[in-house]
């Protein structure tokens, strides 16, 4: 069962880092699947915050384009979303996916989510 375990969220005054980190349950995720992060602020849906693929292009929206910064470390099976120049609106529980996993080890493309951590941003 592939689980995918964040932490490195917190609280943190407008202007400030954070830096996440994601770490799955399996080493053969970040070759199989599309791996990124994404946040659900309260009374919104889920949007995508960032996303890397396994041959290491990744991509932002604009809302975070320039400030956050998304990576994966194979040899320690990590992977990171290093967030600077934290606004308000960045408060939201941020959530690690990975995403159309695809390969022998499943049937169709699958993807899995991992629990969410709270970043908050004060002003």
């Not at 996916?97 to 499943?106: F, I, K, L, T, V």
């Amino acid at each position: 069962q592939v689980q995918l375990v964040e932490s490195g969220g917190g609280s943190v005054q407008a202007g400030g880092s954070l830096k996440l980190i994601c770490t799955p349950s399996v080493g053969y995720i970040f070759s199989s699947c599309k791996m990124g992060w994404y946040r659900q602020a309260p009374g919104k849906e889920r949007e995508l915050v960032s996303t890397i693929s396994s041959d290491g292009t990744s991509s932002y929206p604009d809302s975070v384009k320039g400030r956050f910064t998304i990576s994966q470390d194979n040899a320690k099976n990590t992977l990171y979303l290093q967030m600077n120049s934290l606004k308000t609106e960045d408060t939201a529980v941020y959530y690690c996916a990975a995403q159309s996993c695809r390969g022998r080890r499943w049937p169709a493309p699958t993807s899995y989510w991992g629990q969410g951590t709270q970043v908050t941003v004060s002003s």
